[in-house]
């Protein structure tokens, strides 16, 4: 993919969100699409079956868009509500839809069971006397109410797709036990127009039939409520309210009305409403919720705090910085509820097939009934419309529709469950192809904040290594390099003085000089101890082996004389080594980028059991060898912070962004971590194939559902047994393999990636999210 192109998919127009009716399966989604494909200013418009909504971007407008649904069919309205209160309300909705459906199932087996119970115990099932045309007429009464009522949406639905040229799963469910009825209506009326051995009926096949895939919807209802869970748990990270410090008094008011610049007050226990930053108070806060890290966080004044995370122990006192959309976990909420509605690659297959899916159904059950009628046995009325029914039936693609969605909900969902922000169906999909990760060494591999690690006097020195710290860190006052925040940084940490400095100089490529306390003070690389005239001695044997392990040293003098080394290195981070073991045990080789020099480079590489290393580089460099490995064949990742990283995160396949979940970060890569680890990398690599091998498994299941499925209805097998299949049987099959596609994706819920802390960081987050 060009650059272009994936910064065009990164960065989609204004999107929107419609609630949907009507919608029911694969077929029902593409006519959908197909629709607003149509409608100019639309530049991208998703269905997600599994959760009944549409997400248009574009400048189209709400009208275009609702006008092109409902020409295709189908009801749309414009969802304007909150995120949480859009879930209340669709969690209400499918409630009362889930006990209208399970009555509307009892109501159609409580006809359906007797009446096939009546004829597997050997009851009379055929009409040749004017008493049993009465019994059976009232039966066949019953059994419209049944269709009516309970199976009315079926018939609606289908009327509003043939109106509109269109055909779907009710389309089917409609053909069929309508089809089997009026034979059944026909042979109560006038049994004498057809043959003795025909006049048989079928009212219990449209009951069961009818009755059986209500209660396959209730279940897939329910099953499918689960795949939410994710959303819902991030959800309910935000409280409704803030206490709001205004002119000495405190109060608590909604969320909605907390504005940018209002001091906030959060006490021990209570969630954190908004972004912000402290200015007074000290506390612990868990941030295990959004970050996935287990450990609490100690926050004081300058911290900033994010929306939804947890204060454990203190009371803070914050301005708020961002509210309402605009905090870290409104952005985390909006692109997990985006990229649930995403599609993946893998599901072109299933969205071609189900193009020309239900029509090619149609056409095999005419076919096979003329086949029974023209070529079968006796009762060959009888023998046409059990076929043609039952193929109809067991032909619905309901669960081709929801193999992937369902999947991809589920996966999304979990993985923002362990700090995995994925951005699309096609990352979700590209990381489990990954051959090749590119990791920036700097902030990804190590802390990103050089530390001071050693600190050596020599003999000759009139003080102690601290004495010396002492004035190195003074002279360092000046300087702004990193090298010397991280010596400041030591000298504080040990409650040093800073002396006085004068004569200041800060020379290029060598080091800094001065007088601090009155004393002459050098501090640099061998270039400035040359140039002074100080003899280093032996302490060069021991800044090279410094150097040889990964650490920047520095000679320092004072007056004129050797006073000793000092080193400082950007220590690797606590878990790095079993992360990139984990990584390599999936199957993945890393090589790192860095603009380090080569010997910190190596060294750090050794410790980790890195191969490749490229060192020295500029951010254009990484871009480039990222194109170079993607020219000879690699399906290559990116790990890097996000920031001076952008463009190689752009350029691969699938870029990480690693650390705290920065906006750069959300922006620019296809999955942002929120935990500062490649733990996440390969939790996320490790989540990909999971719901891959899901998807397959589901579409697979599908497939080979309505491959044999079809066949088996239409009477393939009759040589061999002497007996079609039953609709009710067709029927109880195609209700059955929607909740089995439901259940199996909703599998990747006990989902835990292997060798990472994420057990524990989603036991605190559930935790944390109950407190």
């Not at 026909?186 to 043959?195: D, K, R, S, T």
């Not at 023998?383 to 909900?409: E, K, N, Q, R």
Request: charged share 20%; aromatic share 4%; net charge negative.
């Amino acid at each position: 993919m060009s650059d272009t192109s994936k910064e065009n998919e990164r960065a989609p127009a204004e999107s929107r969100t419609f609630r949907l009716e009507g919608v029911t399966c694969a077929g029902c989604v593409r006519s959908i699409e197909s629709a607003l494909d149509g409608v100019p200013g639309v530049a991208e418009a998703r269905v997600n079956l599994a959760d009944r909504t549409l997400v248009v971007a574009g400048s189209a407008s709400d009208d275009e868009c609702i006008a092109a649904v409902e020409a295709a069919g189908y009801g749309a309205e414009r969802v304007r509500t909150s995120e949480r209160e859009r879930r209340e309300q669709q969690h209400a909705e499918e409630q009362r839809h889930y006990r209208s459906l399970l009555l509307r199932c009892f109501l159609a087996l409580g006809l359906g069971v007797p009446l096939m119970a009546w004829g597997l115990l050997g009851g009379e099932m055929m009409v040749n006397t004017p008493g049993q045309q009465m019994a059976w007429g009232v039966v066949g009464l019953l059994t419209l109410g049944v269709l009516v009522y309970c199976g009315g949406h079926f018939f609606t639905g289908a009327w509003r797709a043939f109106l509109h040229h269109n055909a779907n799963m009710d389309t089917l469910v409609a053909l069929g036990t309508g089809a089997a009825w009026l034979f059944s209506m026909a042979v109560v009326i006038a049994p004498q127009m057809l043959p003795e051995m025909s006049r048989h009926v079928y009212f219990e096949a449209s009951a069961m039939i009818i009755g059986l895939i209500n209660l396959g919807q209730a279940l897939e209802l329910r099953a499918r409520g689960r795949t939410s869970a994710a959303v819902e748990k991030l959800l309910e990270l935000q409280d409704p309210t803030a206490r709001v410090v205004h002119d000495g008094e405190e109060r608590d008011l909604p969320l909605e009305e907390v504005q940018v610049g209002d001091l906030i007050r959060v006490r021990p226990g209570e969630k954190i409403p908004v972004d912000g930053t402290v200015e007074e108070g000290r506390s612990l806060v868990d941030e295990s919720m959004l970050t996935g890290e287990p450990v609490p966080v100690n926050k004081g004044e300058g911290d900033f705090l994010s929306a939804g995370t947890l204060n454990k122990n203190g009371t803070l006192l914050f301005r708020a910085e961002k509210v309402g959309a605009d905090t870290r976990l409104a952005q985390i909420i909006e692109m997990v509820k985006n990229a649930q509605s995403s599609r993946v690659p893998i599901a072109r297959l299933a969205d071609r097939i189900s193009a020309i899916f239900v029509p090619t159904v149609m056409i095999i059950a005419v076919l096979a009934a003329l086949a029974w009628y023209n070529f079968g046995p006796e009762p060959r009325a009888a023998h046409v419309l059990v076929v043609l029914t039952a193929v109809l039936i067991i032909a619905c693609p309901c669960a081709l529709g929801l193999a992937t969605p369902m999947s991809v909900m589920v996966g999304v969902g979990k993985g923002a469950e362990y700090g995995v922000l994925i951005r699309n169906g096609k990352a979700l999909q590209q990381a489990s192809k990954l051959h090749t990760l590119v990791v920036d060494k700097t902030g990804t591999l190590t802390e990103g904040e050089p530390r001071l690690t050693e600190i050596e006097a020599d003999d000759s020195f009139d003080g102690t290594e601290e004495e010396l710290l002492e004035l190195l860190a003074s002279l360092e006052q000046g300087s702004e390099h990193p090298l010397a925040a991280a010596v400041m940084a030591a000298a504080r940490e040990r409650e040093l003085e800073f002396l006085r400095t004068e004569d200041f100089e800060a020379i290029t490529a060598h080091g800094v000089a001065g007088r601090v306390d009155g004393r002459a003070v050098l501090l640099g690389n061998r270039k400035l101890m040359q140039r002074e005239n100080i003899d280093t001695g032996s302490w060069d044997k021991r800044v090279k082996q410094l150097g040889e392990e990964g650490r920047t040293a520095m000679y320092a003098a004072v007056d004129g004389r050797m006073a000793g080394i000092i080193a400082v290195s950007d220590p690797l981070r606590e878990d790095a080594k079993a992360a990139v073991a984990r990584l390599q045990q999936l199957g993945v080789r890393i090589e790192m980028l860095t603009g380090d020099n080569e010997g910190t480079a190596r060294a750090v590489a050794r410790q980790l059991g890195i191969d490749r290393v490229h060192a020295e580089l500029q951010p254009e460099d990484k871009e480039k060898i990222i194109g170079e490995l993607q020219d000879s064949g690699e399906q290559v990742g990116m790990a890097g912070d996000g920031i001076n990283d952008a463009p190689a995160l752009a350029r691969a396949d699938v870029g990480f962004a690693i650390g705290a979940g920065t906006d750069v970060a959300i922006e620019t890569a296809d999955v942002t971590l929120m935990r500062s680890s490649l733990h996440g990398v390969a939790d996320a690599i490790a989540l990909s194939r999971a719901t891959l091998r899901n998807i397959k498994q589901n579409l697979f299941g599908a497939f080979i559902y309505n491959t044999l499925g079809i066949p088996i209805a239409a009477g393939v097998l009759y040589p061999f047994t002497g007996a079609l299949l039953s609709p009710v049987i067709a029927g109880a099959a195609m209700a059955m393999s929607s909740v089995t596609v439901v259940t199996n994706a909703n599998r990747l819920r006990f989902f835990q990636p292997e060798g990472s802390n994420a057990e524990v960081a989603t036991s605190n987050s559930v935790k944390s999210g109950e407190a």
